[in-house]
């Protein structure tokens, strides 16, 4: 299996502007996450999915944020409109679960 | 007081040697509890999982749990260069069906000397 697939790697953009981040997860797995990774914060669950369902978004940090699932093998995370606070490592996720997680590579987003 | 809490290091340690990285967990339903390592620049990986009180062994790696104490521990014996890194502790609540999330803590970052 190719793992969970991120796109893009990195990402730098003008605050305002729209950022799209996608992600593949594993083939079978019913969970898909997506947390954000700072220095200051470490890890934090944005929203997390199950069977295509969102289940828990509670941490998304506002309305510039959604994500959509529209089938089993792919997912976004939206931001509009880009703020510099916004830059992260953005992270995704898949698990078939009861079991730890397997991450993908992570999208670096830079507001600028 | 944080739900995960784990000291952000350095930890440093000379190889060869055993390194002891410690986690305290706030939620007294916890049940599932994960070690995840990732190195500068990567994504988590997961090494080591444990449901039940005591020890687990995997090569050298042991966790250890004390679900009274609230308490994880990740034990990596012969230390090697290679185990520089970051350790994640992840913890998952008990809750209703379908509920899978995991919370993290910020991690100790561990440097294993020559």
């Known amino acids: 299996d190719a793992g969970v697939i991120q796109s893009p790697r990195h990402e730098v953009t003008e605050m305002g502007q729209e950022v799209t981040l996608r992600c593949k997860p594993i083939s079978g797995h019913d969970y898909l996450f997506w947390y954000r990774q700072t220095m200051m914060r470490g890890l934090e669950l944005l929203i997390y999915f199950n069977n295509n369902v969102p289940i828990d978004d509670s941490g998304m940090p506002e309305d510039r944020f959604s994500a959509k699932m529209p089938n089993a093998s792919f997912s976004t995370l939206k931001i509009q409109p880009s703020e510099p606070r916004d830059s992260a490592v953005y992270f995704c996720?898949?698990?078939?679960?009861?079991?730890?997680?397997?991450f993908g590579s992570g999208t670096r987003l830079t507001v600028v | 007081q944080k739900e995960v809490e784990q000291n952000s290091g350095p930890l440093s340690v000379p190889e060869g040697a055993i390194a002891s990285l410690n986690c305290t967990y706030s939620d007294r339903g916890s049940q599932s509890f994960f070690w995840y390592r990732q190195y500068s620049g990567k994504s988590p990986e997961l090494i080591m999982s444990i449901y039940s009180n005591g020890d687990k062994e995997d090569g050298r790696f042991t966790a250890q749990l004390n679900k009274a104490s609230q308490y994880v521990s990740l034990l990596i014996r012969d230390s090697q260069p290679s185990d520089s890194a970051t350790y994640l502790c992840a913890v998952r609540r008990a809750t209703n069906f379908g509920n899978e999330k995991l919370t993290f803590g910020t991690g100790t970052r561990l440097t294993i000397i020559p």
């Open positions: 996720a898949s698990s078939s679960g009861g079991f730890g997680y397997t």
